[in-house]
């Protein structure tokens, strides 16, 4: 809590807030673990590894958690966007990066026209990426939508999205960079897997089992004629 505002150089009490959770849940999960296999004298790794699936999966999914609050910390305390007047030739920057308006084409689509903008983001002086928003109009219902264009890393997301037309080739395009959306993702995956991996193990199976078995009514014997 007190090392995040100084690593990143952004004072946040809910960003400082939400990295103490994680680091808590991180820590008290690795603690369980050590508890578990604490009697095994010289065996710690074997004690480990012989741990029931359900203590792995708890684990797993508590390491998920963790990844969650940390991209919802990273997006609601970092993200970025700005909306600007480009054209073809123009240029704008955000967060370090530099979005250039190469040119913009006429596309026909499946079943729609748009108006697909071409944007060469750089990093300094090294190309990243070209990214293509479109602004498309439907044959059926003749609505224009909005058709962003996404680069997805795991430090982050970049976003483009082609807006109205404000003046002659000028149109209104948002800019958008939203830090660890991935890391939301990739948390409630780790999360899944560590349910399914509790839920694979066998000792729920059998103590299913054995509930079934003690409510299923026991079969009456058929009774003996007493001798005359």
């Known amino acids: 809590a007190v090392a995040t505002p100084?690593?990143?150089g952004h004072l946040s009490l809910w960003t400082s807030l939400a990295m103490l959770l994680a680091a808590w849940v991180v820590a008290t999960s690795v603690v369980g673990l050590l508890q578990?296999?604490?009697?095994?004298q010289g065996r710690r790794l074997a004690a480990l590894a012989a741990q029931p699936r359900h203590s792995w999966g708890m684990w797993l999914a508590h390491r998920g958690v963790a990844v969650f609050i940390v991209g919802?910390?990273?997006v609601k305390s970092f993200e970025q966007e700005?909306?600007?007047?480009?054209k073809p030739g123009s240029s704008a920057t955000l967060g370090g990066y530099t979005f250039r308006f190469d040119r913009l084409d006429e596309v026909q689509g499946p079943n729609y026209k748009a108006l697909r903008a071409q944007v060469s983001v750089l990093q300094g002086d090294?190309?990243?990426t070209l990214m293509e928003p479109e602004k498309r109009l439907y044959n059926s219902s003749g609505m224009p939508m909005t058709e962003a264009a996404i680069l997805a890393r795991v430090s982050g997301d970049l976003y483009v999205s082609l807006g109205d037309?404000?003046?002659d080739d000028t149109f209104g395009v948002k800019l958008q960079i939203k830090p660890l959306v991935s890391w939301i993702w990739g948390g409630c995956v780790v999360m899944a897997l560590g349910g399914l991996l509790a839920a694979s193990d066998r000792r729920?199976?059998?103590?299913e089992r054995q509930a079934r078995a003690a409510s299923t009514p026991t079969p009456a014997l058929p009774s003996v004629p007493e001798a005359a």
């Open 72 to 74: 919802v910390a990273g």
């Open 6 to 8: 100084i690593i990143t």
């Open 82 to 86: 700005k909306t600007v007047r480009m």
């Open 36 to 40: 578990a296999s604490q009697h095994a």
């Open 126 to 128: 090294q190309p990243v």
């Open 204 to 207: 729920y199976r059998l103590r």
């Open 165 to 167: 037309a404000v003046g």
